[in-house]
Each structure stands twice: as structure tokens, then as C-alpha cells.
């Protein structure tokens, strides 16, 4: 779950996990604001994009509109996604939406790209849910743990990783704790951890040894309130492009820089916002994902060298589709040189941008598979990577450079 700006106030959000999350009053308030938004679509700037050819025309061998489900409203993270909206888009801000040509590299494709927002959009379903309940949904964004987490009831295949490491953090006050550079300097105190009961990694990091369970708290609403009033005393978990630009910059109450380690270099090797498909449906797309994913793949390159336009239409979406998500145009350029700095979209161990290490998924598996097996959540018997992931469909080629 990540802290958001709700509506001048900061409120929870979801990291990812499968079900209905975060219901009653926060849902009601957010349902009742998508109301109001009335069904107003509204179109973008005149013109159309010169048409592709080649590998690049998806006409003919695509779903007529590719929908993208995402996991929550729109924001850096989903560039990838976004990066692929050609002119003549139109927005539908009752149901939080936003269709338009598909474009690679600025040329139509041929066929359409429609994004649904996630989280409250949705009722807080997840991504894997959805595409079992809507057929019409080509791609669903996951964390990978979450994917092997529904491996027997909603299977799900990665095709692309637009992100190379999730930015899931915890974060403390360097002022109050000047000697903590890592995470498990805080688990040799006894300062409360606050943490979304349902995120897997924390249950890794006590398994682990690195915090300990006395010291954790899983009721984390996503607010900044706790963390303010204990005088940055405790630890709370975040993300690395988002929480540190708000408490900054947008949290007056605090208005100061906080320190944070990325959970992903405690061990935790999970992968975040994967691009998957239904597994009993990765057959009759596969020639699709043969020229989609790399479009996919160079739409994140392109992203990251220019992401100017892209971030202009996300922030004008947030505020379009009125759910109560406010999303700073400051925020959005911290995240993108967020997600430079740290390598959070990079080639990782290679030269190749979205493609998924098996040998990484598989020590994910070693992890998660035991604290599933431990919650009676039902796995896939023997899963594998290659039940999780696919690297078939990726262009070793397309990298940042």
C-alpha cells in the first residue's frame, strides 16, 4: 500500500495484492466521487499518427483494441503503458478510462489501446480477477509475487517487465535515527515498523531475521499521521517514487527529506507492474505478443528519454477522472528521476529492457511459495518461472543506452 494525496489528505493505496482491499468508507467516498464525474469523454488534440508497417502493424493479428488493465490510477510508473496512447485518444472519466490508436514510436499501429485504471476504479480487484471476469482484457498489470500467489486459482503469464525492481521502501527520519543506513539497522531496535497487513515481503523480512514480529504493525492506513506525530520516531513503508517527494514537498506537517532502503535489496527480488496475460490465453495471443511486447518494450525506452508528453497527459487524467487521487506534476518528475537514479528502469543484468531472470524468480519462489503454502492460500503444485514468466516474446535488442 502506498500513501497517496486524496483530496488534500493522504490515504491508503494498494500495493498489488489480490482481492477487495480497503473497503467501507474510503471505497463509498471514492465511488461516490467517479460519480460525479459524469460520462463526459473527451478527445485530445486533433490528428492522427502516420501509419506503421512491418513488425510494428498490429492490424490483423491483435485484439481490434488491446486493453490494459492497470492496478491503479495513472501514474509514472505505468509511462510504459501510456507512451502508447497516439492523438485522437478519448477519455471516459465516469468509468476511469482512456482509449485511443495504438502507436510504436509515434506510428499507428492499427489497432486501438484502451487503459483502465486500477485500485479504487475497480473495488480494489485485482488485476488477474478482472481478466478471469472480462475476457476483453489483454494485459493485466501484477507484482510477481502476486502472480505466483494466484498460480492455481487466476493463472497469469509475464510477458514484459517495464520495471526492473519494485520500488516498495521502508523509510525513517535520518534526523531521529542518524546511525540507520539499512533496513536491518531497524531491526536491531525496538522502534514499530507500520506496514500493510497483506504485503508478502514483510512476512519474508521476519522469516528472515532482518525485523523482528514484536516490533511490527500491520494496521497502515496509508496515512502520514502516525509517522508525524511520533516526531519520525517509527518506520513505515512506502515507495522509493512517491512517499519521499510527499513528505517533503506536499506533507506540511512534516515538510522535510526522510531516508528509505529499497525492500529488493533486503533479498526480496520481486518484480513490479508486470504486463501479463491469462495463461489459458497465451497461445492465441502469442502472435500479437510477438510485435507487441517489443512496442511495449521501446514505448518504456522512449518513456525514459522524453517522458514530457506522457507525464502531461497522466496528470491530466488523475484530475480528469475526479477518484480523489491528486497527482502533482512535481510528484510525477520526482518518480521519473526516481526510477533513474535507482534503477528501478534499467537492463538489469543484461542489455535487454523487460526481460525477466529466471534464476531471480526463482529464488522469489523459494520465498513466497512457503509463506502462501503457511496463509492456506492454494499454489500451483511444482511452479516453476516459466509458469510465472516468459521471456519468448522479448527483443533482446531494445535497451536503454
Not at 24 to 34: F, S
Not at 73 to 97: S, T
Not at 215 to 233: C, L
Request: glycine content about 10%.
Amino acid at each position: 500500500m502506498r500513501a497517496i494525496r486524496m483530496r488534500g489528505t493522504i490515504r491508503a493505496r494498494r500495493a498489488g495484492r489480490g482481492g477487495a482491499l480497503l473497503a467501507g468508507a474510503l471505497a463509498l467516498a471514492l465511488a461516490a466521487g467517479a460519480c460525479t464525474g459524469g460520462p463526459g469523454a473527451t478527445g485530445s488534440q486533433g490528428g492522427s499518427a502516420a501509419a506503421a508497417s512491418g513488425p510494428q502493424r498490429l492490424a490483423g493479428v491483435c485484439p481490434d483494441t488491446v486493453v490494459v488493465q492497470s492496478n491503479w490510477f495513472p501514474e509514472a510508473e505505468h509511462g510504459a503503458a501510456y507512451q502508447l496512447l497516439g492523438p485522437g485518444y478519448r477519455v471516459d472519466a465516469a468509468h476511469k478510462r482512456i482509449s485511443g490508436p495504438l502507436v510504436a514510436s509515434g506510428k499507428d499501429t492499427g489497432v486501438r489501446i484502451e487503459i483502465r485504471a486500477g485500485g479504487p476504479a475497480v473495488g480494489f480487484q485485482s488485476a488477474a480477477a478482472l481478466m478471469y471476469q472480462k475476457p476483453e482484457i489483454t494485459l493485466g498489470m501484477l507484482q510477481s509475487d502476486e502472480i505466483i500467489q494466484v498460480s492455481k486459482t487466476q493463472p497469469v503469464v509475464g510477458v514484459v517487465a517495464p520495471l526492473e525492481l519494485d520500488p516498495q521502501i521502508l523509510l525513517w527520519d535520518p534526523k531521529s535515527h542518524p546511525d540507520w543506513h539499512t533496513i536491518t539497522d531497524i531491526g536491531q531496535t525496538d522502534t514499530p515498523v507500520l506496514y500493510f497487513q497483506s504485503n508478502s515481503y514483510m512476512e519474508y523480512l521476519l522469516g528472515a531475521g532482518i525485523l523482528r514480529r514484536s516490533q511490527v504493525d500491520g494496521r497502515y492506513d496509508g496515512s502520514p499521521s502516525r509517522f508525524v506525530a511520533s516526531g519520525g520516531k517509527i518506520a513505515v513503508q512506502g515507495y522509493a517514487t512517491n512517499e519521499p517527494y510527499l513528505y517533503e514537498h506536499e506533507v506540511k506537517a512534516w515538510d522535510k527529506p526522510v531516508a528509505f532502503q529499497l525492500i529488493v535489496d533486503t533479498g526480496y527480488p520481486n518484480y513490479a507492474n508486470v504486463l501479463t496475460v491469462r495463461a489459458d490465453q497465451k497461445a492465441k495471443l502469442a502472435p500479437c505478443l510477438q510485435r507487441l511486447v517489443p512496442i511495449i518494450q521501446q514505448g518504456q525506452v522512449d518513456f525514459m528519454r522524453s517522458p514530457t508528453k506522457t507525464l502531461d497527459l497522466i496528470v491530466k487524467l488523475d484530475d480528469n477522472y475526479k477518484g480523489g487521487f491528486v497527482y502533482s506534476r512535481g510528484l510525477a518528475d520526482f518518480a521519473v528521476a526516481q526510477m533513474r537514479r535507482l534503477g528501478i528502469v534499467d537492463n538489469g543484468h543484461d542489455t535487454t529492457l523487460g526481460n525477466f531472470d529466471t534464476e531471480r524468480l526463482q529464488r522469489l519462489i523459494n520465498i513466497v511459495v512457503p509463506i502462501f503454502n503457511g496463509e492456506k492460500k492454494p499454489i500451483k503444485a511444482n511452479l516453476t518461472p516459466a509458469d510465472v514468466v516468459t521471456n519468448e516474446f522479448i527483443d533482446p535488442s531494445i535497451g536503454l543506452r
